[in-house]
């Protein structure tokens, strides 16, 4: 009867059916309360649906019922890293990788959580353990370039940076941290190509039109620069972070163009 119930719940989760598949994981772990691939089924599925206390209460029951169950720490170090509480989410990394030191994913992920509290020298060495694993982790790679960025070490996050473009195509924002790392080494014809590279993958991607419509004032491109603005404020909700100080800046040059 357990497995039926595992079965059509995972059937009912394909059909994103969530609450209806949730309702047979519980009638199987209620007909079967060790039924560690439902508990297990359970929970990762609380994680999608972003309800991670009850996510976080199944993995400890399975990991009471199997000390070594290293999806149950995975689980349960994401849920506690979605809701904030990263000291949490390194602890159960941290016993997952003394299981499976390979695992190149946890390292990244423990990384993010060390990154989230600030401790940056942890998590690019834990970055750099992922990409020794799995050296085409690009979001690896760029996140260690945004560690070694917010250090002021920008030749290195330039070719993480670079290093993450080449092997995750068709994301914008490694470009724009690249460019903003161009610029502040004293490079903006480089930062205004990255700009434009973020922008052939992502047409209205604001961080770019902004960081490009900077660089082209800067340089005295006005036209350039009013045209990104412009592009910048079609695009931007109410509300955009950066809408009422594109709208001013564009109000001054159209004034003196």
Not at 111 to 125: D, H, K, M, Q, R
Request: aromatic content about 10%; charged content about 20%.
């Amino acid at each position: 009867m357990s497995k039926t119930h595992y079965q059509r719940a995972k059937w009912l989760e394909e059909q994103e059916l969530f609450q209806e598949a949730i309702a047979e994981y519980t009638k199987a772990i209620t007909a079967f309360p060790e039924d560690l691939q439902s508990i297990l089924g359970r929970a990762n599925l609380y994680v999608e649906m972003g309800s991670y206390s009850e996510a976080i209460a199944d993995y400890t029951v399975a990991l009471a019922l199997t000390p070594n169950a290293t999806d149950a720490y995975a689980g349960r170090g994401e849920a506690y890293s979605s809701q904030g509480d990263h000291e949490k989410a390194i602890a159960d990394l941290t016993k997952l990788l003394k299981l499976n030191p390979t695992n190149d994913a946890a390292w990244y992920n423990r990384g993010l959580s060390f990154v989230a509290i600030g401790s940056l020298n942890e998590g690019a060495t834990d970055f750099t353990q992922a990409l020794r694993i799995n050296p085409c982790h690009g979001a690896a790679y760029n996140n260690r370039g945004l560690v070694y960025a917010a250090q002021g070490r920008h030749d290195l996050a330039i070719a993480d940076f670079t290093q993450a473009i080449s092997v995750r195509k068709g994301f914008a924002c490694s470009f724009n941290h690249r460019g903003r790392s161009f610029e502040a080494v004293g490079k903006p014809k480089q930062a205004i190509m990255d700009y434009s590279g973020a922008l052939e993958i992502a047409p209205a991607n604001s961080e770019a039109l902004f960081r490009r419509g900077l660089a082209y004032e800067a340089q005295g491109e006005t036209a350039k620069a009013i045209n990104d603005y412009q592009a910048l404020l079609r695009s931007a909700v109410a509300g955009h972070p950066y809408r009422d100080i594109v709208e001013n800046k564009l109000q001054n040059l159209l004034r003196h163009a």
